[in-house]
């Protein structure tokens, strides 16, 4: 059997398929309870939804930990900080765009072992 090649080829595709349901994203579920408290009223809720919020809306990628290490990482920060915790964590967004020593500011950045590093050196840039 010989093909004509000089009609176009019609080939098809199948039956079609649904369209794929839009996937949900962080976005999403993202809390923004931050916005209507002050800054030195932060719970560590709102400062875990503050940083959460700034990864997604900067699309800085980090990995997935699990909601209750991200809560005890929150906890532990809010805890050491006071009502310093605030202030260091949108110093590290809003005048450091995310970024502290050339790396993202992820939630692990929040944890106990990175204070001498990043969360004391900020503190002490903002009481100067």
């Known amino acids: 059997m010989l093909l004509d090649l000089s009609e176009p080829l019609h080939v098809s595709s199948g039956p079609s398929r649904p369209a794929a349901p839009p996937i949900a994203t962080t976005a999403s579920t993202v809390r923004s309870a931050d916005l209507l408290t002050a800054d030195t009223d932060w719970t560590w809720q709102e400062l875990r939804d503050y940083v959460l919020r700034q990864l997604t809306e900067r699309?800085?990628?980090?990995?997935?930990?699990?909601?209750?290490?991200?809560?005890?990482?929150?906890?532990?920060?809010?805890?050491?900080?006071?009502?310093?915790?605030?202030?260091?964590?949108?110093?590290?967004?809003?005048?450091?765009?995310?970024?502290?020593?050339?790396?993202?500011?992820?939630?692990?950045?929040?944890?106990?072992?990175?204070?001498?590093?990043?969360?004391?050196?900020?503190?002490?840039?903002?009481?100067r």
């Open 59 to 127: 699309r800085i990628p980090y990995a997935t930990i699990p909601a209750e290490r991200i809560a005890g990482i929150f906890k532990g920060f809010s805890t050491r900080w006071g009502t310093d915790a605030a202030a260091i964590a949108r110093f590290a967004y809003e005048h450091c765009d995310g970024q502290w020593r050339d790396a993202p500011v992820t939630p692990l950045r929040f944890c106990k072992n990175s204070d001498p590093y990043f969360a004391a050196v900020i503190a002490e840039r903002l009481a």
